[in-house]
């Protein structure tokens, strides 16, 4: 229906019943963020009990225009095949919807970096607009962007609170926090941590599906 969140025939979500339209009115309204390729919108199962919520697009990502198709989204797959959860079956997007990147040392080249607290604030109303339509029963924040962007930036540090379910009086839905899955390309020392909150998550999931059915 017009004026609401709907997901197209591709599985992107997009605002009002007419997708592109959409997307060209948000692209045109974050235009003065954008150094390169395009918004990333999220994609998946809108009525998944699980969304996953990265922290912004990659090189790849903002190319092809999806979430986790990089080096992040090979192993993002990989803990989701080891947690038991298919990726189809489950709501994939992130905080911020471009690729926040700065010029690189050759010309005509840009590289990664972190995003900046108002390039977070400024897609904070689309991404709870987006979990409002999916409406999850639990959000797994990968890395501290997105948990600062559901919580603010007085969020706990992900460290502190990786893999424990927590409950906000702001939101419908559990967060989960999550170590990124690029951490683990800089720092093997958190993939044992990563692994162990992906089977967490997985079993969490799979006793959400048996209350389901029980009732």
């Known amino acids: 229906a017009d004026g609401g969140l709907g997901l197209d025939e591709a599985g992107h979500l997009g605002v009002g019943g007419v997708h592109h339209q959409q997307v060209h009115a948000l692209f045109a309204d974050l235009a003065e963020f954008v150094v390169f390729g395009q918004c990333v919108f999220g994609q998946g199962n809108e009525n998944s009990p699980l969304a996953l919520v990265g922290e912004a697009p990659g090189r790849f990502e903002a190319e092809q225009g999806l979430p986790f198709v990089g080096t992040a989204g090979k192993n993002l797959d990989a803990l989701l095949a080891m947690a038991d959860i298919r990726r189809e079956e489950i709501y994939i997007t992130n905080a911020v919807k471009f690729r926040p990147a700065r010029p690189g040392k050759r010309a005509g080249t840009f590289t990664n970096r972190p995003p900046a607290a108002k390039e ?10 987006e979990l409002s339509v999916v409406q999850p029963e639990i959000v ?24 424990k379910l927590l409950k906000t009086d702001e939101f419908p839905f559990q967060i989960f926090p999550l170590y990124h899955p690029a951490s683990v390309i800089y720092n093997r020392a ?14 969490l999931m799979r006793q959400n599906e048996s209350a389901d059915a029980s009732v």
């Open 120 to 129: 977070i604030a400024r897609c904070r109303d689309y991404l709870l607009k």
């Open 190 to 203: 958190l993939s044992d941590a990563l692994e162990e909150d992906m089977r967490a998550l997985g079993e």
């Open 140 to 163: 797994a924040t990968l890395g501290n962007t997105p948990l600062r962007a559901l919580l603010g930036q007085a969020a706990p540090a992900i460290g502190g609170v990786h893999g």
